[in-house]
Nanobody, 125 residues
């Protein structure tokens, strides 16, 4: 099972990027797909998640007005559209997957079974 994240890069403040995470090795039906990020010198934090059986999305409050998570189940791919990027958005972004049936909040990274390798986003000010 692999999660392959892509789409990171260097962008100026105020710009946009779209990250993609392609899952292979199995279908992720009944899995929550999420994005986390880890900035230099900081702990990894939750960004957003999207459900499978119900198209529900969850965001960290500070990002919900600028970031949009979506998924294409037919392609086994999840996306993160990031707009109005700021220097503090600079981080390695990871995609992850967990079963919807697990209890606990979608922001709890301990419940995620599968992780991608991360893609670096650098926002220049």
């Amino acid at each position: 099972v692999q999660l392959q994240a892509s789409g990171g890069g260097l962008v100026q403040a105020g710009g946009s990027l779209r990250l993609s995470c392609a899952a292979s090795g199995r279908t992720f039906s009944n899995y929550v797909m999420a994005w986390f990020r880890q900035a230099p010198g900081k702990e990894r934090e939750f960004v957003a998640a999207v459900g499978w059986s119900v198209y529900r999305t969850v965001y960290t409050d500070s990002m919900k007005d600028r970031f949009t998570i979506s998924r294409d189940n037919a392609k086994n791919t999840v996306y993160l559209q990031m707009n109005s990027l700021k220097a503090e958005d600079t981080a390695v972004y990871y995609c992850a997957a967990r079963r919807e049936s697990y209890s606990g909040t979608w922001s709890n990274q301990e419940l995620y079974e599968y992780w991608g390798q991360g893609t670096l986003v650098t926002v220049s000010s």
